[in-house]
T-cell receptor, first 116, second 109 residues
Framework: DTGVSQDPRHKITKRGQNVTFRCDPISEHNRLYWYRQTLGQGPEFLTYFQNEAQLEKSRLLSDRFSAERPKGSFSTLEIQRTEQGDSAMYLC??????????????FGPGTRLTVL | GQNIDQPTEMTATEGAIVQINCTYQTSGFNGLFWYQQHAGEAPTFLSYNVLDGLEEKGRFSSFLSRSKGYSYLLLKELQMKDSASYLCAVNNAGNMLTFGGGTRLMVKP
């Protein structure tokens, strides 16, 4: 399978615990994005990487959230001291930016986080 | 700021045609995407418009008017499997996608 993969697919945790999610993008894609999606809403941008550089972070991304893409391949998203409001689907997407006009993003299946 | 509006829900009958509208106000514009998302699944790419006009791809067509900040997705010969959410997303000047809230389409027999 050469699509975007995410692990785990589901995570249930207690409030206050830390969680880490992993995303493996399509291999030649230079951009990697993290989104959060709640029920009935569209994906909300959290952050993105071009290769290993984190270029932008949303103001939605509090200091409890951190993301890395150490070698420009897979990425991790960590949430520290989880809160019930963090419960959502966390989507990863990747794209290959060749020119400024086209940015088709390919999405992974997501990690559904439930904070009890 | 970024603002993308689309209807929350629509209902249509199997075999019919439905048009899902999207209006946008964004800082910069480098094209508009439509994605389909079935419940519990990842969004999948449907169409891309960067110039004004209609792009047709099988049963799905997408239209763009940049001067009006307006797009629509047209679905013909609706099938039950078309029941899903349809997401409008604008690619802004920084090559970032901003998504609307999605339109949940229910196709009834």
């Amino acid at each position: 399978d050469t699509g975007v993969s995410q692990d785990p697919r589901h995570k249930i945790t207690k409030r206050g615990q830390n969680v880490t999610f992993r995303c493996d993008p399509i291999s030649e894609h230079n951009r990697l994005y993290w989104y959060r999606q709640t029920l009935g809403q569209g994906p909300e941008f959290l952050t993105y990487f071009q290769n290993e550089a984190q270029l932008e972070k949303s103001r939605l991304l509090s200091d409890r959230f951190s993301a890395e893409r150490p070698k420009g391949s897979f990425s991790t998203l960590e949430i520290q001291r989880t809160e019930q409001g963090d419960s959502a689907m966390y989507l990863c997407a990747s794209s290959l930016i060749r020119d400024r006009l086209y940015n088709e993003q390919f999405f992974g299946p997501g990690t559904r986080l439930t904070v009890l | 700021g970024q603002n993308i509006d689309q209807p929350t829900e629509m209902t249509a009958t199997e075999g019919a045609i439905v048009q899902i509208n999207c209006t946008y106000q964004t800082s910069g514009f480098n094209g508009l995407f439509w994605y389909q998302q079935h419940a519990g699944e990842a969004p999948t790419f449907l169409s891309y418009n960067v110039l004004d006009g209609l792009e047709e791809k099988g049963r799905f067509s997408s239209f763009l008017s940049r001067s009006k900040g307006y797009s629509y997705l047209l679905l013909k010969e609706l099938q039950m499997k078309d029941s899903a959410s349809y997401l409008c997303a604008v690619n802004n000047a920084g090559n970032m996608l901003t998504f609307g809230g999605g339109t949940r389409l229910m196709v009834k027999p």
